[in-house]
Nanobody, 114 residues
Framework: QVQLVESGGGLVQAGGSLRLSCAAS????????MDWYRQAPGKQRELVAR???????DYANSVKGRFSISRDNATNTVHLQMNTLKPEDTAVYYC????????WGQGTQVTVSS
């Protein structure tokens, strides 16, 4: 059974930093691309960052230069380091992977105050 468990969300002032983590189980983690998505109130869920099994990364234009995704295959964990946070980064952040079908974590709330 695939499980993705996010942690690290919270309330931070604009300009601050947060580090999200996603612990994965039930998959051969090192073979999977891992993603972070976010969904703000009234908006569609959007892809924030992706890291492939080989470590290649890709980011939404809105977070390039501020966010960094990384993975630790020894602990089956993917991280999202978020720096210089803005109020528009406020959203629920979800960890995601796909193995024939999509798997999502429960989400973690990130709130950035102005």
């Amino acid at each position: 059974q695939v499980q993705l468990v996010e942690s690290g969300g919270g309330l931070v002032q604009a300009g601050g930093s947060l580090r999200l983590s996603c612990a994965a189980s039930g998959i051969i983690f090192r073979f999977n691309a891992m993603d972070w998505y976010r969904q703000a109130p009234g908006k569609q869920r959007e892809l924030v960052a992706r890291i492939t099994s080989t470590g290649s990364t890709d980011y939404a234009n809105s977070v390039k230069g501020r966010f960094s995704i990384s993975r630790d295959n020894a602990t089956n964990t993917v991280h999202l380091q978020m720096n210089t946070l803005k109020p528009e980064d406020t959203a629920v952040y979800y960890c995601h992977t796909a193995i024939l079908s999509d798997f999502w974590g429960q989400g973690t709330q990130v709130t950035v105050s102005s």
